[in-house]
């Protein structure tokens, strides 16, 4: 099936979107400024947000920068 036959046959159903994230503007906002820190260990403000570092990374570079999917969060 193609994408748009997809999206349509979700829509048609009343489903919208995906599945919510694991981050949200205030573990975002916790890890900049733990990641700031130049003696942070991203596993551990990982583990302390009680999410994986993958995700961790997926928002943010490991010196606390967002990335383009972390501004999508802080939009």
Do not use: C, F, H
Not at 18 to 36: E, H, Q, T, V
Request: no cysteine; aromatic share 4%.
């Amino acid at each position: 099936m193609s994408a748009l036959k997809l999206d349509l046959l979700r829509q048609a159903r009343g489903r919208k979107g995906r599945r919510p994230g694991k981050m949200d503007r205030s573990a975002l906002m916790i890890a900049m400024s733990a990641l700031s820190d130049s003696k942070a260990n991203a596993s551990e403000v990982a583990k302390k947000l009680m999410i994986t570092t993958t995700i961790l990374y997926m928002y943010l570079n490991g010196d606390g920068w967002l990335k383009e999917a972390g501004q999508s969060i802080i939009r």
